[in-house]
């Protein structure tokens, strides 16, 4: 067996583009305000990136860039003024953050109806028990990519590698109203490949280059390989041992080209609803 690819960067542009169509259609262009505290090499690729999508849907983008020395209150009062403007529809604050600032408390101070990225406890505590608000745009964009091939994940078993606020545990929540069974492991977990090989959908979100491999993975499982590292030669790979993997699994998840240009796709999606919303073309 040989599995089959799933394109995210062919899906992320399909949303993209009607991403697009329905900005134009708008009263307004949304406007997504990103704050970047320091100069994280990554970050700075991360943030560079969502501005140039913005534009290309045509998506006002707002960057205000703080130094790495900034105060817990400056930042606050930059987010504070953000709240109150009502030309902007989206905000964004790159992490991570210097230790002088609480990421949960920043993250706290957005307004929950332009937390377009769906961290804010509000927007968590709306997917737990309704569904609603805000959906983090990793696990969103996982769930699109499995509606893109088909896969009804209803009655099967996912398990998710993984207890991040930004993957996993949202995920499992889209998971569970999607009617799957969910198992949710991580470091403490005992023999995980028990809980692996069982798996009809295992998602790798543990920032371990290569460290499933394929005698963890059950016959024609789904593959979802969220993690972005480099490897001995430091060439880029993901959580899972990718090419040995295709010998076990029936689909998977390139990296890169898998989930990540899934992310910035939901991002852009989030920006268009809050604008949606914000300017009463839906509830």
């Known amino acids: 067996m040989t599995a089959r690819i799933i394109d995210g960067k062919a899906v ?50 707002i960057e205000r860039h703080l130094p790495d020395t900034c105060s817990e209150e400056t930042l606050l009062a930059q987010i504070e003024a953000l709240n109150h403007d009502d030309t902007v529809d989206g905000i964004l604050v790159q992490l991570p953050l210097p230790p002088q600032i609480r990421s949960g408390l920043v993250l706290e101070k957005i307004d929950p109806d332009k937390d377009v990225d769906g961290f804010h406890i509000y ?19 996982i769930m699109e990519l499995l509606q893109a091939i088909g896969y009804d994940v209803e009655g099967k078993h996912a398990v998710i590698i993984g207890r991040s ?11 569970l109203q999607a009617n799957a069974t969910v198992t949710m492991t991580h470091s403490h977990t005992a023999d995980l490949r028990r809980y692996t090989t069982d798996a009809d959908i295992l998602v790798a979100a543990i920032g371990k280059p290569k460290f499933v491999t394929a005698d ?20 880029l790979c993901g959580d899972v041992d990718t090419e040995a993997a295709k010998e076990v699994a029936g689909w998977i998840t390139p990296v890169p080209g898998g989930v990540g240009p899934m992310t910035i796709a939901m991002l ?16």
């Open 123 to 141: 927007n968590t505590g709306k997917l737990v028990t309704t569904g609603g608000g805000f959906k983090p745009c990793t696990p969103a964009g």
């Open 165 to 175: 606020n930004i993957v996993g545990k949202p995920l499992s929540m889209l998971m």
């Open 216 to 235: 963890m993975i059950k016959e024609g499982a789904v593959v979802i390989d969220v993690g972005v590292n480099r490897d001995e030669n430091g060439k």
């Open 268 to 283: 852009l999606h989030n920006t268009l609803i809050s604008a949606q919303k914000r300017q009463g073309l839906s509830d």
């Open 12 to 61: 992320a542009t399909q949303i993209r583009a009607r991403t697009k169509e329905a900005v134009a259609k708008l009263k307004r262009a949304p406007a997504l305000a990103v704050i970047m505290v320091g100069e994280n090499p990554a970050s700075r690729v991360y943030v560079r990136n969502k501005i140039r999508a913005c534009n290309e849907a045509g998506i006002i983008s």
